[in-house]
């Protein structure tokens, strides 16, 4: 996977990927949520989706140019150009205007009625970075065996990241959450990060970057060979460290 492949990320990123994440909350996690009471997401083709729900076993999409409905046997598509987050959500099956909240850091609803300006190249970057995370999130979890205990992976809409958590002693704060996100208020281009739940950080001190832990951004796991191998390999290194032993991760 290339960087042509993941997508450019310039000065303007960041608002565009607030926007995405806006409607993948707002939009898919919501429809998801007001029918079966749960808003995890997961990386889809081209972009963002909802796991299937419900009886027609439901699927929301957010794809690059068009907002996508799997219901049943039948499929619709709403453009996104000059589409509205409340014409969005009515396509999606979701009460824009009910209350709803991921969590504290749900981004706001804003102005319904205003048209959005989602960028379909942000959008399928976005997915493409999720996907890689999704795959290197596999990769570590499976090297580093069944004692990590990992929890599901998920796409949560409030912090807009996909993570787990794995532990490394019989502790209940024996754990570390792993995961990918596109950019947020600290990091504004992709990353993937290892956050400890205790205060401890063994090892080299330079390998833990970040106030929550450690960070591997953007630009380092492009320039691997093999991105996924070098995101998933971070990922386990972290776990060695409170481990004191080595597992390298082997390619699936």
Do not use: K
Request: hydrophobic content about 40%; some cysteine; proline content about 9%.
């Amino acid at each position: 996977m290339s960087m042509t492949e993941l997508g450019e990320f310039d000065g303007g990123y960041p608002s565009r990927r607030r926007e995405v994440q806006r409607v993948a909350c707002h939009v898919l996690a919501r429809a998801r949520h007001q029918a079966v009471g749960r808003f995890g997401l997961v990386p889809g083709p081209g972009g963002i989706a909802t796991p299937a729900f419900g009886e027609e076993a439901v699927v929301v999409r957010l794809a690059p140019g068009a907002l996508v409905v799997d219901r049943g046997g039948d499929s619709t598509h709403t453009p996104l150009v000059g589409a509205t987050l409340r014409h969005l959500a009515r396509a999606a099956g979701a009460d824009i205007d009910a209350a709803f909240e991921a969590g504290g850091d749900t981004p706001e609803v804003g102005d319904p009625d205003a048209v959005i300006d989602l960028d379909a190249t942000t959008i399928a970057a976005v997915g493409r970075w999720f996907e890689l995370g999704w795959r290197a999130l596999d990769r570590a979890t499976t090297a580093l065996g069944p004692d990590a205990a990992p929890t599901r992976i998920q796409l949560w809409p409030e912090h807009f990241d996909a993570g787990t958590s794995v532990a490394y002693g019989p502790g209940p704060t024996d754990r570390l959450n792993l995961g990918a996100s596109p950019g947020d208020a600290s990091h504004e281009l992709p990353y993937l990060y290892v956050g400890p739940w205790s205060d401890e950080r063994p090892g080299e001190p330079a390998y833990w970057n970040a106030s929550f832990g450690a960070v591997l951004g953007y630009d380092d796991v492009l320039a691997a060979d093999d991105p996924v191998d070098r995101a998933a390999s971070f990922l386990v290194e972290g776990v060695e460290r409170f481990r004191g032993e080595r597992t390298v991760p082997s390619p699936p």
